[in-house]
């Protein structure tokens, strides 16, 4: 079955960029998602890329996509305290109703 | 910005009770869903529902497990009778059902079973 994995801690200081790594199996079309998750909170959607894409990007926040390998990275830009949060990496298959299938969760500690 | 709600943000029951969880889909939306995330474990697909049955479910989702729409807003998770091991935190998410799909979550309810 699919599988996401990520590493489960990073800590950056305040302006610095911050890359959350994350790794996945499914080989077919899919849809990749990043979801925060703020303490005590729901998950909420950041961006998501679509499987034939390399690169989007979003304000602060830039998906690379290495679909040979099949890794994927969320890069913040300028990062700030209220980044400060678990950032999931997930993946959905394309059409209709899906599965999203989440990582462990990287939790990302911003030090002022 | 239309988003998912669910009540309660907290439940607390004892074991062996049924409990019911509620949650409302954003409008348009004619696909949704439950995960689960027991504390400190990853977020776990429960059941997908489409035009008033269930997709996919899990291996998790066994019948202690029942989902339903009662009407044209709610969309609800019961659990006939709750063990300690169902405390987690459980999502709903909704999406429209189109090619270019995303799953929206809603806050969460977070179960406690003592």
């Known amino acids: 079955g699919e599988d996401v994995e990520q590493s489960l801690f990073l800590s950056v200081r305040e302006g610095d960029s911050s890359v959350i790594n994350c790794t996945y199996t499914?080989?077919?079309?899919?849809?990749l998602y990043w979801y925060k998750q703020e303490p005590g909170a729901g998950l909420q959607l950041l961006t998501y890329?679509?499987?034939?894409?390399d690169m989007k990007q979003d304000q602060r926040l830039t998906v690379l996509l290495n679909k040979k390998d099949k890794h994927l990275s969320l890069r913040i830009a300028d990062t700030q305290t209220g980044d400060s949060a678990i950032y999931f990496c997930?993946?959905?298959?394309?059409?209709?109703?899906?599965?999203?299938?989440f990582g462990t969760g990287t939790k990302l500690q911003v030090i002022p | 910005e239309p988003e998912v709600t669910q009540t309660p943000s907290h439940q607390v029951t004892q074991m062996g009770q049924e409990v019911i969880l509620r949650c409302v889909p954003i409008?348009?939306?004619?696909?949704f869903y439950w995960y689960r995330q027991i504390l400190g474990q990853k977020v776990e697909f429960l059941v997908s529902?489409?035009?008033?049955?269930?997709?996919?479910k899990s291996e998790i989702f066994d019948d202690q497990f029942s989902v339903e729409r009662p009407d044209g807003s709610n969309f609800t998770l019961k659990i006939r009778s709750t063990k300690l091991e169902d405390s987690a935190m459980y999502f709903c998410?909704?999406?429209?059902?189109?090619?270019?799909?995303?799953?929206?979550f809603g806050p969460g309810t977070r179960l406690t079973v003592l």
């Open positions: 998410a909704s999406s429209e059902g189109t090619v270019s799909d995303t799953q929206y």
């Open positions: 499914d080989s077919s079309s899919t849809y």
């Open positions: 890329i679509f499987s034939n894409m």
């Open positions: 997930a993946e959905g298959e394309v059409g209709g109703y899906q599965k999203v299938t």
């Open positions: 409008s348009n939306h004619l696909y």
């Open positions: 529902f489409y035009n008033n049955e269930i997709s996919e």
